[in-house]
């Protein structure tokens, strides 16, 4: 079974930087992807950084040039640091492993809230 874990979200002031962790309970190059998704409210869920398992990132236009997602040195945990942050940044953050080739499905985390006050 995949686990997904997130955590760093809070309460953060407008032009502030925040970054979000995704620890898994496999390495994360076992993975065809890593995502980090938002869901602001009242709003459907979008898709904001992608790294693929040979370390290529890709990021949603929005958001180009503030989100930098990585994958630290163990391979275990993802990152998605936040910088000048905006109160339209505001949304519940997830983590998703695309891993249909090993393990047969796509796997979420639980969420992290991210609130920007202005």
């Known amino acids: 079974q995949v686990q997904l874990v997130e955590a760093g979200g809070g309460l953060v002031q407008a032009g502030g930087s925040l970054r979000l962790s995704c620890s898994a309970s496999?390495?994360?190059?076992?993975?065809?992807?890593m995502s980090w998704f938002r869901q602001p409210p009242g709003k459907e869920r979008e898709s904001v950084a992608q790294?693929?398992?040979?370390?290529?990132?890709k990021y949603a236009d929005a958001v180009k040039g503030r989100f930098v997602i990585s994958i630290n040195n163990n391979a275990n945990t993802v990152y998605l640091q936040i910088d000048d942050l905006s109160p339209y940044d505001s949304a519940v953050y997830y983590c998703?492993?695309?891993?249909?080739?090993?393990?047969?499905?796509?796997?979420w985390g639980q969420g992290a809230q991210v609130t920007v006050s202005s």
């Open positions: 790294i693929t398992n040979s370390n290529r990132p």
């Open positions: 496999r390495n994360i190059f076992t993975f065809d992807s």
């Open positions: 998703k492993a695309v891993g249909r080739t090993l393990y047969g499905g796509d796997f």
